[in-house]
Structure formats: C-alpha cells, structure tokens
C-alpha cells in the first residue's frame, strides 16, 4: 500500500522512519517491464504533481539535528522508471541521467542546470518540456510525470473503490495509512510481539505530530522511547528521542523536556556531534535559568557520576570535622556552572537516609570529565558512612544524581545498574579515648611545704594542639601561681629527662629532653604545639595545707591517724580537639605527708627517778631526710637533765634517715613536782626538728620549691608529744630473801623471809601511816605456816631504811607448788615494787622414807 | 562471504550487549539504523520460538524482504543474533558455535574488548 502510494507520489506523506525505510528500501519496484507513459491532457495534473514535490521540503529537527534522510526507495525512481522505457538504449541513458538527475531530483533547490546539461538537452529535446501534450519518445520522464503515469496505470487496474479512494489524495492516503497501522500495532500489542506494536505506535505519532495533536504525539513517542531506553538500544533512541523532546516543548512540559535533553545528552557521544550535544546543553541551562512553573528536580544519574576516593576511608574521630574529597563526572559536553552542589552521606547499617546533605563551597564549574570536590564535614556520630546521593543546583533548577561510579576508566557498564556502593567512605569512630593524664608519682610528697606536683599527658592517637589544661586544686590545697610551669617530654620506658641535668639535654639535640616553662593563669595552662603528639610531663607546684599539730604516738597513745588525711584532690579538665569540642575530665587524688612520725617510750629508769626518754623519728617520705637539730620543749611535769637547753643527750647531728627508715634520739629527764593535776592532763610536749630534705620530685617528697631567692633549705616541723606520768609510783619494795637451805622437804621446817624497804621518805610518798600491816598467804593445803601469820611492822621514815619479816612454814606436799606471798594489804599496788621479786613455784621434795608421816589421801 | 552482515548478541534482559557489521560491503550509515531496527523487532519473534523448541540454532526467524535474520540461543538465553542476505546455514552455526566458546565475557556487561571484536570478524570472515 504505501510503495503503491509513494508511486503515485505520495511519498512526501510517508516519514522516513527506520521502520519505512527498512521496509520499502528493501522492497523492490513492482512490475511492469515497461513504465507507463502519462496519459495524454495530464499537464495541470503533472503541474500540480511538480508543485507538491517542490515544496516538500525535510522537516526541520530540533537541536539542529541534522541526519541524512533515510531512504525509501530500494532505487531511485527516477531511474527506474526510465530505465524501463524501451525505446531508450543503455548508451545514451548515463549522460541523460546525469543531466536529468541535475533538473529533476534536485528541482526544489532551486539550481538552475549548467550550460551544458541544457544544451544537452536542447539538443536531444524537440522543445520545451512543461507544455507538451505527448512527450517526445526519447525524453525521459521527470518525477512528477511517473507519479502522474503511476497513479493513471493505478486507477486503470484496482477494481476494489475504497481501495481506490485511499489512494486518491494525500489525507485519503494518510487516514487509511493510520487507520492499518493502528490496527497492525493493536494486533501486534495483543501478541505480545510489543516491539513490534511499539514501533507502529511512533509511526503514529509522527502523524498526530504533523497535525498537530502534540499530547497524542509525545503519548505515542514516550512508549517508542521507553521501549529502546529499557533495553539499550541506543541508535534507536537517538532517532526518536529528538521528536518527544520536541513534542515536549511544544507543549511546555518542562520536566519532561529537561529530561529528554537530559537522557539525549546522556547517550553514546558518538550518536550525536558535539554541535549538537552542545545545543542539549544549553536548552538545559537556557531553562534552568528562566522562570519555571513547576520545577521538579531532575534526576541526572547517567550524565553526573561520582565515586568516592579510591583510598581507604577518612577517619575521623567522634565529634571532629574533616574535609572529603570526591571525584565527580561530568558528561555534559560543556562546562557547566552549578550554584550549589551538596553530598548526602548515608550511615551503612541503617535504612535510613542518614545526615542532612554536605554543602561543598558555592557556585562552581564542573569541567566536562573528571573533577575533584571537596566537602567539608561537620562533625558526626559515629558510624560507618557510603555516599549516598549527590545534589545541587543549576540556575534555579535542582537536580539529583545516584549515580555511582568506579574511580578511573570504567570497564563495565552495566547500562542503568545503579547498585549501592558497599565501600564505606567516612569512618567515624565511636567516642573513645584519646588522652590520658595520670599522676607521675604515687609516693607521698611534703605537707606544708611547695612541692611540685606531675602529670604525665599522654596523647593516644590524637593531637592535642591548642589544648589547655584546666587544673583545679580541692580544698586546703593551693596552687602557686607565681611560679611558671614546667612542661617536659617524657619517655614511656621510665626514664625521663631531668630539667636540671643540663648536659644530658645537650647531648640529645632532638627535643627528647625538651623542656618549656609556660605560665598559669587562673588554673589554665596552654600546651605548647611541640607537646601535641608526645607524651608530656607537666611540673606545678602546690602547697598542701594541713593547720593542725601533728601528735606523735607512744604505747600509752597509740597511733590512729587514717591516710585520708593526707589526701588531697586535684580536679583535671583538658580541652582539645581539632573543633575544640573534646574534654576529657580526670580527678586525681594526691598523698601529703609529715616528713616525721614520731614515736617514744621510755627505755629505762633508773632509781634516782631519771627516765631515758627514746625518741623514734620515723621517715615517712621516700627521700633521704638530713636531721639537722632536734629540740624537745617538756610538758609540766617533766623536766630536762643535763645541759638543759632541752637537746638530746649525745651530739650526733647532722643526722641522716634513708628513705621509710628510723632513727632514735636519746632524752634524759625526770619527773617534776607538781601537783596540779589538770595541768598535768592537758600538757603536751613539742619536739622541734630542724632538717632538710633530699628527693627527686619524680620519685615523692624533695626539697620545697623556692619562691623567693632567699629561701633557706631548712626545714622547721613541730610535732606534739604527750608525755604521760608514769602510773606506777613505788615508794616501798619488798624483796625475797633466798632460802636457807637448797632443797625443800615435806615435813621439814623452812625460814621464809622478806625485806621491805622504803624507796621514798615518808612525806612524798602517798601513805600516812609509818606502821605498815603486812600479812602471809599460803595455800593452806600445801603448807603450815608456824608462827604470825599478819602484823604491823614499823620502820624507819627515812628513804633506804629496811625491815625483815621471817615466818617459818612446813611444805605438806611434795612437788611444784606455789610458795607463801606477803602482802601489804593497805597500801596500794602501784606503789609496790617487788624487786626481788618472790619465786613463783618452789620445788618441795618428797619426804624422806618414814613411816611415821602417812597424809590421808 | 556475506556482502550484507550484522552481527549482535543480546544479553537475557534485552540489552544489546556487541554489536558489528561483519559484513564486506562498505558500510553505509542508514542500512546501520535499519539493521539495528530490524533485528530489534526480531527480538519478539525470538522470544516465541526460544520457548517453543529446546534447540539452540533457530536459523532463520524472521525474513525481510531479502534480509534473513538467524538466532542462536544459549543456554543462558543469551542471543547471538545475525543478520544476513541468504546464505548456507551451516556456515553460520559453525560461526555461532565458535562465537559461543569464546571466553573473554562477563555477565550482563557490554563487550568492548577489541580482541573478541577481532576474533569475531575473523570468524566472519572464515565462515560467512
């Protein structure tokens, strides 16, 4: 039907669709042999049949695009037709087709024929050629008088009158052409053949499209697109996507035209030249720049691709920022300026969309290829991060892209596959930690003197730059502020570097021994840069302050100080971080110690009263003490012997004590006489000791920090001791006189006795009465005693005067047995001493053998 | 040697993944569009009779006008398609069979080896 109808000439009607083409280019001429000659009269109907053809003219594509027509024809035509004429020779034919090809194909460019081609036809043409009745039987026939010969030879041959309606005029033709097409594509679609189905339905459309039924038109050419779209063929695409675009701006559907010059500029780049692909561009900017009435965000997966760096992911640490850079392609073949561009980061566990999109700088250009950008990431929380979508905005328009790529030349393309990425690009990790301070000595440091104190600052896998160090002293500890503070490097084996050794710092020219001293200021101390990555150590001085006097111990007071009290808290901030957001917050507990603990007892008295005072001076520091002068101020009640001036006995000064060891100081005095007992019971005695100190600060305790030039090295502590009056006051002593004979036996008379003597006069001492009663106790059982058991005895008043007592017993029973005791009833235990003291059990010996003593069992 | 030839394999989800003209007539660009056409609407001729028999070489499915287009299936109903002027079969299935052993292919993906694009034009040229 349609070969018929383009014979007759129709074929302008016919669009030039792969489908057309492939069909009739290769369907050959239909007989005769012999071309029909134009019937005679035809002349108005070839006049018209010349007018039709010229102003046929190509229908003008949008974007310029500018394809060779495909043909229709499996030959020309013209040609053909006159090939078939039977009075012409193959001789003549070739140089009469040249000329001819010049007039008659090439009529509507308006060229007129060259000198030659006319006199070549003057002379083979009897006359002009428009106005004859009956052609010359040697002219070949033109395009328009084959189609008028065709049609005549038609209408004599087709008997059926529709069918011969149909091909009466052009709209005949075309109702009936639109009328198959739709059934062959319905008939199609309900076979499944779709491709096929679908190709009509764009046949279809291009019809609507030349009368103008835009909205059908773009219906049709969307289903013909979404078909060679879904399945890749993209020579196809390229020639019918062109006509959708355009039916979309005719009828002003912005998204949908955005997205046809969108997905054309996205095609092969060999399918279009860069003149053309140039043109999408700038429809696509044109519009994204002019007022839209709705704008939908575009989606440019398959013209704007990223992928993240191909290195491992960026870390970064809880609550840091970052900068990450990501490589995006751009396919436009022009620059292209965006407003804005933003990525939208998607945490790899969860579903969820993740963070809010990460504005990169504003407008910039992508370049047609490869570009770096690079974002800035505010802090996140932790989590593993893959790129989600990319978004931005160009002109007014905002466009999205999920499309991901492989970095570098890309060896497969999975044509529209568009998988998420599994490679994490952002790691963040969890909170941890990322500093330790700890206290640099656990031993105890002076009480009441400047000590230094240190922390080691230990930076784990982080940069402390512009850290500062918030230090806060608890209560009854103060922070000296005057004096700078020490920061030193410090090596995690245990040793460190001494700031006063200088020669060892010289040595080391690398800053292994590096020390700086900054100030303090209100409790802050600024990190130097060089201390961002080391482990520091970092010297204050603070004075623990401790207002009481401390009280030594002696068997009557025993000690009961808890190690609380020497304990002293020290609150740690440090504020770090590249976005100043990190704290990291530490209490530490410090130890304050007397340098003394002090300890005494009496070692020995002797009869004139004396005592031998031992006072213990035990060290409690981990540092060598020099002990230089020891002075003991006595309670009332006690005085000094000796010199007096209240220093111990012997001069063995300067006295050092090692580390935790003791040392004993000897003090001679003697009870004094007084009698006020409650002053008795409220006196303390405070020893005085003078010393010095000598410890390194990195062990414990060492020597005060001098805060003026002039401070002397010695040290003063006070330490209260409380002397107690010895409980025991003997004025009388009775002592027991050895027996008289070696051996005791059952039944034989034994002389026990006693001596009492007065160890006091009789005035200091506590008694009244100068006759003392006295009595014997013996175990009944065990002995007999012969004689007085009690009475009173009198003696001398005088210190030193004695008096003998003698009973006279008889042991009953043989073996171990406890002897008499006498005993002073009246006068109190504290005030006498046995010395010497009576045996405690006496051995009794069985009698001799006698019959004569029998003790009934 | 075919003068006319057009050689495509379609992967199973329809997508062209090769396509060459293996033919020794110069090429001309509109008979490049109409070869793509023709053996994309061949596709819905394949498609019935791949179901329809278990054999792997359809032959001829389709014809236009003097242009006959072939089908190989294979087991992954990957499609090797070729479009041709008449010729022996036998000539073409040894050309599909060799094509089809040939290893240099991932699945899904375009081919863009040139090597493989060699080796079918040698084969083209050994068997059409």
Redesign the interface.
């Known amino acids: 039907f349609m070969r018929l109808a383009y014979l007759i000439g129709y074929g302008v009607e016919i669009e030039k669709s792969?489908?057309n083409?492939?069909?009739l280019?290769?369907?050959?001429w239909p007989k005769p042999a012999t071309w029909p000659s134009i019937p005679p009269d035809s002349s108005a109907e070839v006049m018209a049949k010349e007018k039709t053809i010229l102003q046929a003219k190509a229908r003008e594509k949008l974007f310029d695009i500018q394809r060779?027509p495909?043909?229709l024809e499996p030959s020309s035509l013209l040609r053909e037709a006159n090939r078939r004429r039977a009075f012409l020779s193959v001789g003549n034919l070739s140089e009469l087709y040249d000329s001819v090809d010049g007039s008659g194909l090439g009529a509507h460019s308006k060229l007129s024929p060259n000198k030659s081609s006319s006199n070549l036809m003057t002379r083979t043409m009897s006359g002009p050629a428009t106005s004859e009745t009956s052609l010359p039987v040697d002219r070949p026939m033109r395009l328009s008088e084959i189609h008028v010969a065709a049609e005549h030879a038609l209408k004599q041959t087709i008997s059926d009158p529709d069918f011969m309606t149909s091909l009466s005029s052009p709209e005949e033709f075309e109702s009936r052409y639109m009328e198959l097409t739709k059934g062959a594509a319905d008939n199609?679609h309900r076979s499944?053949?779709?491709?096929?189905g679908v190709?009509l339905d764009g046949e279809i459309a291009a019809i609507f499209f030349k009368h103008g039924n835009y909205d059908l038109a773009a219906k049709s050419y969307e289903k013909v697109c979404a078909l060679?779209s879904?399945?890749?063929?993209e020579?196809?695409l390229a020639?019918v996507l062109p006509d959708l675009a355009e039916c979309q701006k005719i009828l002003k559907d912005e998204a949908g035209y955005l997205a046809s010059c969108v997905k054309l500029l996205s095609l092969e780049s060999s399918l279009f030249s860069s003149k053309e692909r140039q043109a999408f561009q700038s429809e696509v900017v044109r519009l994204a720049h002019s007022e839209m009435r709705h704008p939908v965000p575009l989606d440019v997966s398959s013209l704007i691709t990223f992928a993240g760096n191909p290195a491992p992911p960026l870390e970064l640490c809880d609550g840091d920022p970052g900068t990450l850079s990501v490589a995006v392609w751009s396919g436009f073949p022009d620059d292209i300026t965006l407003e804005s561009l933003s990525l939208r980061l998607s945490a790899f566990s969860s579903a969820d969309e993740g963070l809010k999109a990460i504005r990169s700088t504003d407008a910039r250009v992508l370049v047609p290829g490869r570009n770096i950008i690079t974002f800035d990431i505010p802090p996140q929380k932790p989590g593993s991060y893959v790129l989600g979508a990319l978004t931005g905005q160009i002109g007014k328009l905002s466009f999205r892209s999920h499309g991901f790529s492989q970095d570098g030349p890309v060896?497969?393309?999975?044509?529209m596959?568009f998988e998420k990425p599994t490679r994490p690009v952002l790691k963040v990790r969890k909170p941890r930690a990322l500093v330790d301070i700890t206290p640099a000595v656990s031993s105890a440091l002076l009480m009441n003197e400047l000590q230094w104190i240190g922390l080691i600052v230990k930076p784990i896998d982080y940069s402390l730059k512009g850290g500062i160090l918030h230090i806060d002293a608890g209560a009854e500890l103060k922070i000296e502020e005057s004096q700078m503070i020490e920061i030193e490097s410090y090596r995690s084996d245990g040793e460190h570097s001494s700031p006063i050794d200088a020669s060892k710092v010289l040595s080391r020219p690398t800053d292994t021994g590096r020390v700086e001293k900054v100030p303090i200021e209100n409790g802050k101390i600024k990190l130097p840069d060089w201390a961002s990555d080391v482990t520091t150590l970092v010297w204050f001085p603070v004075r623990a302050i401790n207002d009481t006097v401390p009280k030594g111990t002696s068997p009557a007071s025993p000690q009961k100080h808890s190690i609380v009290d020497g304990m002293r808290m020290i609150a740690l901030k440090l504020e770090f971080g590249a976005f100043h957001n990190q704290i990291f917050e530490r209490t530490i507990a410090v130890h304050f110690t007397n340098p003394f603990h002090v300890s005494t007892r009496v070692v020995d008295k002797c009869n004139d009263g004396t005592l031998l005072l031992q006072v213990i001076l035990h060290s409690e520091v981990k540092a060598t003490l020099h002990v230089k002068d020891v002075s003991l101020d006595l309670q009332a009640g006690f005085e000094h012997l000796g010199k007096g001036d209240g220093r111990p006995t012997s001069s063995l000064f300067p006295l050092v004590i090692a580390p935790s060891s003791k040392a004993g100081i000897l003090f001679v005095i003697r009870l004094s006489g007084t009698k006020d007992l409650d002053e008795l019971e409220q006196a303390d005695s405070m020893l005085h000791i003078k010393y010095g100190i000598s410890g390194d600060r990195a062990t414990g305790a060492h020597s005060p920090v001098p805060v003026k030039p002039d401070d002397s090295e010695e040290l003063l502590f006070k330490i209260s001791l409380k002397l107690k009056r010895p409980v025991l006051d003997p004025c009388l002593a009775v002592g027991f006189l050895p027996f008289s004979t070696d051996c005791l036996r059952v039944g034989q008379l034994v002389n026990m006795k006693w001596r009492v003597e007065r160890l006091k006069d009789l005035e200091e001492a506590s008694l009244s009465d100068d006759e003392i009663l006295y009595q014997v106790d013996a175990n009944p059982q065990n002995w007999m005693v012969a004689g007085r058991k009690s009475g009173h005895i009198s003696f001398s008043e005088a210190q030193g005067s004695r008096i003998e007592i003698a009973v006279t017993c008889v042991p009953l029973v043989s073996g171990y047995v406890h002897p008499p005791q006498l005993g002073l009833p009246d006068v109190g235990d504290a005030n006498i001493s046995c010395n010497p003291a009576g045996p405690h059990l006496v051995c009794v010996l069985p009698p001799t053998l006698s019959t004569s003593y029998c003790i009934p069992a | 040697m075919a003068s006319t030839a057009c050689f495509v394999i379609v992967s199973k989800n329809?997508?062209?993944i090769y396509d060459a003209e293996v033919g020794s007539a110069p090429k001309k660009?509109?008979q490049?569009?109409?070869h793509?056409?023709?053996l994309?609407?061949a596709?819905?001729?394949v498609q019935?009779l791949a179901w329809a028999t278990s054999a792997m070489f359809l032959k001829s499915v389709d014809r236009?006008?003097?242009?006959v287009v072939s089908v190989y299936v294979t087991a992954g109903h990957t499609r090797f398609m070729l479009l041709h002027d008449s010729r022996s079969e036998d000539g073409i299935k040894s050309f599909f069979q060799e094509i089809f052993l040939n290893p240099l292919y991932?699945p899904?993906?375009?081919i863009?080896s040139s090597h493989f694009n060699t080796k079918v034009r040698a084969l083209a040229r050994k068997y059409l």
């Open positions: 792969p489908v083409s492939a069909s280019s290769m369907l050959s060779k495909l043909p199609y499944w053949w779709k491709r096929h190709v060679y879904a399945e890749g063929w020579e196809l020639d060896d497969t393309d999975e044509f596959s | 329809d997508i062209p660009e509109d490049a569009y109409q793509q056409f023709i994309h609407a596709l819905d001729v019935d236009f006008n003097d242009l991932l899904g993906s375009r863009t």
